[in-house]
């Protein structure tokens, strides 16, 4: 998926839900912040957008109503990606994730402007995380080597996410630990080290700018 097809998604959504808001809660929320080609390609495979209203009890309405353009449908025939309406359960995520989305504003044919409220890339990954599916930890891994994403952060956003059972933190905090030592020692052999509690700055549109990375000193 590219971000204009993200944009897409979210016009139809907005115009079957007659909304002008809607939140981008799956993997392709991670458009809102990166480009298509600022990502590895492996995250950005899924043809699915999954999507939920701003209240959690217009869910099942938003599931029935977005059949028309979900999986297998002439929308998802035509353009090759589809949207899937859920709920707030769907996914698991830390404490105040409402107030770090990131905006994606998309403006219709007829000028009508609606906006995807789509996951912050940390947010976003812990709930994979804590998802635990193959799949998941694969996408994190990615963005993880790729720069874009700092565990130690995620560990920090672990700690402030309810709903989780305790095989599932156990299974989350260890990998996140091995995911640290492994950047630890990546980031050793290219420079300093960040500091606890370091995030990626921002642009002015709230996504996250690329991490610059140290050149490796040459001996003459």
Known sequence: ?????????????????????IIVI???????????????????????V????????DSEALARRLDIAGEWSAFHQA??????????STATLPGGWEERLVDVEAVDFDGVRSFGLCLDPHDLCVAKVVAHREKDRAFVDAL????????????????????IDGISLDYAYGWLLDRVGANASTTASQG????????????Q???????PQSEPEISL
Do not use: C
């Open 1 to 21: 998926m590219i971000r204009s097809e993200l944009e897409h998604a979210i016009r139809a959504a907005a115009r079957i839900m007659q909304a002008n808001s």
């Open 26 to 48: 799956g993997s392709q929320s991670i458009l809102g912040t990166w480009s298509e080609d600022e990502l590895p390609p492996l995250v950005t495979a899924s043809p699915e």
């Open 50 to 57: 999954d999507m939920m209203p701003l209240s959690d009890d």
């Open 79 to 88: 353009h090759g990606f589809y949207i899937d309406g859920v709920g707030r």
């Open 144 to 163: 993880i080597v790729a720069g874009l994403i700092d565990p130690e952060v995620l560990l920090e956003r672990l700690t402030v996410t309810e709903r």
């Open 192 to 203: 300093p080290t960040r500091s606890p509690g370091w995030e990626q700055p921002r642009d």
């Open 205 to 211: 549109r709230g996504r996250f700018e690329p991490v």
